[in-house]
Each structure stands twice: as C-alpha cells, then as structure tokens.
C-alpha cells in the first residue's frame, strides 16, 4: 500500500471513528439530575384551547416549534405556587444558553378560573418574570388536559356565602416538547440549578 492509499484509510478511519463517537453521544440516554425524559415515549396532547393573559388562545398549535413548561396552580395559592414560580424564574436566569433559553417558554395554568381572570394571571405571572404566561380555561375545558398530564386538582371548601376556598393541586411542571408532546416532568420539589442543567442538556439534544 502506498503512502496515499495509507493517509486515505486513516482519514476514513478517523471519520468512522468520529461518527461513531456522535452516533452513541447522541443515541445514549439523557442523564439528568431532578426531572424524567420520555424520549421516544413522549405522547400527544389532547385538543384543548385555553385562553391567556392577553386574552389569546392557548392551543397545541401554539406550543409546536418552541419548547414548554407548564405549571399548575392558582393565584390566592399561599405558597406552592409562589415558591414554583420564583424557582422557575431563577432557573431561566440559570441557564447561560441563549440557544436555551430563546426556545423555552413557561406557562402557569391556573386550575381556578372563578377567580383568576386574565387580568389578574397578568398582574400575578409577570411580577416573577416579564415573559411568563397566565393561562386558564373553564374546568370542563381544562380538565381533559389536566386529566392527560396526570396533573390532579380539586377545589375544597367553597361555598355560596364566602369567596374563600381552596384548591389542592399537583406542584410538578410539565415539560412540553416542540411537537406539542408531553416530553418529561419535574417533580417537587424542583431545584432552580438543577432544572436549568437538565433542559440545556435535553434542548441542546434536541435542536429545533
């Protein structure tokens, strides 16, 4: 074999090695520290519309082509919601990755509509983070999305004579991929650092 012939099996040789390398870097499974990543298993929302903060409809073709996460809760929520909020708008400043962060979107759904008005999701969503969004729906529109994402909730102690009662609620955020999937989730209680980890290394797999 001549001098030519050996430098061309060599480049071919490290050219295979290097696309071997991406292959299985690329093909293992996602490692991450505080949430769960269906992969190939994510499934497909169910139709559902819910409307924003500004008053515009929320549907699955509105979250294809970005990465989601969904929170649910209520605005009167006296501290799961509170802290959820607070550790997702510390995640967003976690995360150095512009690449990240400009496809990511946060959602906080609120699970009682009674009370939490467009105008009120917008005052109480945007004091964490100017980009959040507000979303409700009436409960008979809303729970089948709920219902599909294992989200469960149920308003407690409410009565004709007072406005005051509560709501239990699921605290994990959903994870929603650009194919408007449910992708993965995080359960509580969600660290701030860890979650930002997690959605740069599943983001940067998975490129739009």
Request: glycine residues 6%; proline residues 7%; negative net charge.
């Amino acid at each position: 074999m001549n001098k030519s012939s050996i430098v061309i099996v060599t480049l071919f040789a490290l050219i295979g090695g290097f696309g071997l390398s991406w292959y299985i870097n690329n093909n293992k499974p996602i490692e991450l520290e505080s949430g769960l990543w269906f992969g190939d298993q994510a499934r497909a929302l169910p139709d559902f519309e819910l409307i924003d903060h500004n008053r515009k409809p929320v549907t699955p073709s509105q979250l294809k082509g970005q990465w989601s996460l969904l929170f649910f809760g209520f605005t009167h929520c006296p501290d799961i919601c509170p802290i959820g909020l607070q550790t997702l708008a510390d995640m967003v400043k976690a995360i150095d990755d512009d690449d990240v962060s400009d496809v990511l979107q946060i959602y906080f759904v609120s699970v009682d509509p009674e009370r939490d008005s467009p105008e009120i999701l917008a005052e109480y969503v945007t004091y964490f983070n100017p980009a959040f969004h507000g979303a409700t729906a009436p409960l008979e529109r809303l729970t089948p999305l709920t219902r599909s994402l294992g989200i469960a909730h149920m308003i407690r102690n409410k009565t004709d004579a007072s406005p005051d009662y509560d709501v239990d609620h699921s605290a994990a955020i959903v994870l929603i991929n650009p194919q408007a999937e449910y992708a993965g989730l995080f359960g509580a209680p969600q660290n701030a650092q860890a979650m930002a980890r997690d959605l740069t290394r599943i983001i940067e797999r998975n490129p739009l």
